[in-house]
């Protein structure tokens, strides 16, 4: 076998084999020193080739306050060692030259300015401060916008005054019937309560009436001469139709006009609350670096630089714990104009009435589209039998309201538009 094909047994030394090889290996560079744990410098190696900017670089950003952009700072302030393995790393009194990669720009770091990461940090806060208090801004704007919505907005308040008729008009002979208010969280529990044939909710009839006569309010401006129209809605079938057809685009665009409120149903109260006073936390541990900073090596501009600062941005974070005191005050009030005593709830209910807001707005585009859907059904029903699928609709009836439902008292009592009072 080996005269032929040349092999050489697997148990056979080769002879082109180095006798010097593991000298060789011996013989090479040095090993490096690692201080930190193995892996952490590993990683921290990884974030440092990440970097566009050498060492000489940061040391004087460090020096002079700015000059940093907030990726590398933000890097650089990831891997901060504590204060044990800053005090190894100083302490280190060997060859420089042969400390890991890591070790070796902490080293030199740490040396030229002792306070590095603390000014890291520092300099990361006033570049990241700018988008954090823009980002509170929207959110106490959007809180303001949503509040205006919810007072402005009068569709939104003829489907509850709907829904306030309806429950009445069910709660009939009972202590209930003559409610001037309801609970807001009800309105999240109309598609609930269905008709006694179990064909329709609640809420498809409140929203069906209201999209009619919003329908005959859009007929009546566009021929006032309707107005004195004396044929009852409820008897005219062909007229039931276009009203419905008119009203569905105002009452199906409701939810439009409500942006802010779908944002501000998802806000967090609490996280607002802390926002402004974290900043303010976070200003005050600035403060003091300054003071620590201040007699370390060179300061340069660092000192200046973050003392001009703070002195601007306490003046803004004072306007901004004012302008969130103003607007919590407004939500309570808001919350107080749709149900009395609201506004004595705390934490995440003060919220609340946005979230059901949203809720009942989504199930009322939702019960547009099935009405919408229902009457191109009936569209494509032609001549007598049309008429009839109109004419033949049932006297809807649903079972009388729990009592949770309907409330004696109403915090604001509106003067409810005489339009309605066919519903």
Known sequence: ??????????????????????????????????????????????????????????????????GLDIDTLEKLTKIRPTNDEQQLILNYDQDIARLADAESFLYHILLAVPSAFTRFNAMFFTLSYTSEVNELKKTLQTLEMACKELRTRGLFVKLLEAVLKAGNRMN??????????????????????????????????????????EGKKC????????????????????????????????????????????????????????????????????????????????????????????????????????????????????????QAGASKDKGMKQFQLFVIVKGFLEMVDKACVDIAVKLQKRGNVSGEDAVNVVANRPTMKFPVLPPDFMS????????????????
């Open 1 to 66: 076998m080996e005269a032929m094909f040349g092999t050489v047994a697997a148990n056979k030394k080769s002879p082109l084999a180095s006798p010097t090889a593991k000298t060789q290996q011996k013989s090479g560079p040095p090993s490096k020193i690692f201080i930190l744990d193995m892996r952490k410098s590993q990683n921290i190696a990884i974030i440092l080739r990440s970097l566009v900017v050498s060492r000489q670089e940061i040391t004087d950003c460090l020096l002079e306050g700015k």
């Open 172 to 213: 009939v002979g009972t202590s209930r019937g003559n409610a001037q208010a309801f609970n807001m969280n009800s309105l999240l529990k109309l598609s609930d309560v269905k008709s006694s044939d179990g064909k329709t909710t609640l809420l498809h009839f409140v929203v069906e009436e209201v999209v009619r006569l």
């Open 219 to 338: 007929m009546i401006n566009r021929n006032p001469s309707f107005r004195n129209n004396t044929i009852s809605l409820t008897r005219d079938t062909s007229a039931n139709k276009d009203y419905i057809r008119l009203g569905l685009p105002t009452v199906g665009g409701v939810s439009s006009e409500f942006t802010n409120v779908k944002k501000a149903a998802e806000y967090d109260y609490d996280a607002l609350l802390k926002s402004c006073s974290g900043l303010s936390v976070r200003l005050g541990e600035i403060a003091k670096t300054v003071e620590e900073c201040g007699g370390d090596g060179d300061g340069r501009g660092f000192v200046k630089e973050i003392e001009k600062f703070v002195e601007k941005a306490e003046r803004e974070i004072q306007v901004l714990r004012e302008d969130q005191e103003r607007v919590i005050a407004l939500v309570k009030k808001t919350n107080e104009y749709y």
């Open 408 to 423: 004696s008292s109403c915090s604001d009592s509106d003067d409810n538009d005489n339009e309605d009072d066919d519903l």
